[in-house]
């Protein structure tokens, strides 16, 4: 049998089963008896599809980079790696590579620093023109790049600038800023004043307080952010293009588009410099990916 427990107050507590725990009270809604229903195949199924229609074309791309010139199997067998030793030797991919790692670590760290300091003043300060300034961020992201190529490169000869990587830095960093310092804006509007309230009253500066308190909480989103401008200027080719003449100063988008020839396309060379250009962005958001969906998802609630 089992037994009705009473507390102090008198209200009765729900009955004890003997031998087990005592049954909850959460029920499923309609949306999980409908998920739960659901035949696992129809979920794993165009998954699986949309997985395969995914990874052909890299699939595609390592058979041409692995086997030997001329073969024609489906299988990279016996590999070879006669064309990474080509590209990277011969076609200056390690020139390109450094190129390209200096051109997105300087792009990162600069338009992580701007955006951080731009969106903690939206996010904590009030100004007249705060509305005309947000919605100015916002419209410029309906410039294409293109648009700019004429005006950036009369600046930048103006300043002595062409062929210098600099260049194609500061002009990755103006195009990455706007979307940016409005991601940071809602990552820090997510962590209460509060916190730096009570900083401000154990004596900390406004700086010490946002080092101390905020910084650390703006992890993902700082990482989100850093990761998209990285990626960004990384495959970029349209500045990196027109900016940069001299072969020792291209990056790598710039390389790949040597390989392909007036008359006839290095179809091996081609596939192993793509290889070369996706394994860092690879890596990158294998190691990133937990701090890279948690900083999106916080950017998108306004707290």
Not at 15 to 34: H, K, L
Not at 83 to 106: C, D, T, Y
Not at 251 to 272: E, F, K, M, Q
Request: proline share 7%; hydrophobic share 55%; net charge positive.
């Amino acid at each position: 049998m089992t037994a009705v427990l009473t507390e102090k107050n008198g209200a009765a507590r729900p009955p004890v089963r003997p031998g087990g725990p005592p049954p909850t009270s959460r029920r499923r809604t309609g949306r999980e008896r409908a998920f739960d229903d659901v035949p696992r195949w129809q979920i794993y199924l165009p998954l699986g599809l949309y997985l395969l229609f995914t990874l052909i074309p890299f699939y595609w791309m390592l058979l041409f980079a692995l086997r030997p010139a001329g073969s024609t199997a489906l299988v990279p067998w016996p590999m070879t790696g006669e064309h990474f030793s080509k590209v990277w030797n011969e076609r200056s991919f390690a020139v390109f590579f450094q190129n390209s790692m200096i051109v997105g670590v300087a792009t990162l760290i600069a338009t992580t620093l701007v955006a951080l300091a731009g969106g903690y003043a939206l996010a904590r300060f009030d100004f007249r023109i705060k509305g005309a300034f947000m919605l100015a961020l916002l419209c410029s992201q309906f410039i294409p790049g293109a648009l700019m190529l004429v005006p950036l490169f009369e600046i930048f000869r103006n300043l002595q600038m062409i062929n210098s990587l600099w260049s194609v830095v500061i002009a990755e960093t103006v195009f990455q800023l706007p979307l940016s310092i409005i991601l940071i804006s809602g990552f820090i509007k997510n962590v209460p004043v509060s916190l730096e309230e009570a900083a401000w009253v154990d004596g900390c500066s406004r700086f010490t307080a946002f080092r101390a308190v905020v910084l650390p909480l703006l992890r993902p989103g700082l990482i989100a952010v850093g990761s998209f401008a990285f990626v960004h200027s990384w495959n970029h080719f349209l500045f990196a293009l027109m900016f940069l003449s001299e072969q020792d100063k291209q990056t790598i988008p710039v390389g790949l588009n040597t390989l392909i020839g007036a008359d006839s396309v290095d179809l091996g060379a081609l596939a192993a410099g793509g290889v070369i250009a996706a394994v860092p962005v690879v890596i990158v958001f294998a190691f990133i990916q937990k701090w890279l969906v948690t900083g999106f998802s916080a950017g998108a609630v306004k707290g």
